[in-house]
């Protein structure tokens, strides 16, 4: 992988059924969740020639399984150090096991914090979870975005994604898929809810405010297995950009169950 002044940013997996980002710069590279099996990340990272040891830590937005699954495991067998709100860490304490204590580090929405060269910032997000963040990521004038698990838009997370070059941005379910799907009532009244997950056509929305802001590229990710496909995704995002008169010529979709691409963000720095 190019380890010159470039941001890398990729997707290993994201969909309602796991979720896993890999952002690296320099000497400092993160994964974002670990929503599926410590091996299936292992499998994704060694595709990237990534030895997981070196990882500089995982960051947790939220304590839903399709999240924290692996964390644990990669957390005990590489030593890794573990970046959550205390709401997260009270709700993932039965579903991720022991974790050392020296591997504990808790953060605040809102409280920047640096991980070597790197300052992340944490935003609250509108979320059924005690305490679930986004984050951007920032270094050398390069700012990227994760922005997943939105149940409406807000100012408040809409804000944080400002300027950034690249967002894996929630584009979790078509609403007439949902209405008409099997999922029991209460799981429908929830998604759609306002702490629920982002429809294809809020997600548009998003995008227009997003460009406005001067966000760059992108994903739509977080989609919904039984509820979206891609393609559909695509369309209704580009459809809703179209009616209000932008180009959709920044979007991709995001692989549910495997790399996405390498996205290689230029740094300000760079000659
Ligand atoms: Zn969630
Ligand atoms: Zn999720």
Redesign the pocket.
Known sequence: MNTGLHMDFVPLFSGSSGNSTYVRMEGTSLLVDAGLSGTRVIKELQKLQVDPSTLSGILVT?E?S??VSGVGILSRRYGLKVYATQGTWAGMAGKVGRIEACNRRVIRPGDDFFIGDMCLTPFSIP???AE?VGYTFYCRGVKTAIAT?LGHLNNGWLDALAGSALVLLEANHDVEMLKAGRYPYELKRRILGMNGHLSNEDAGRAVIELRKQGVGRIILGHLSHENNFPELAYQTVSQVLEEAGHAADMLDVAQRDGLTGIYHLKSEDQA
Do not use: C, E, M, S
Request: aromatic share 0%; no cysteine; proline share 11%.
């Open positions: 939220h839903h399709d999240h979320h059924d979870a679930p698990d």
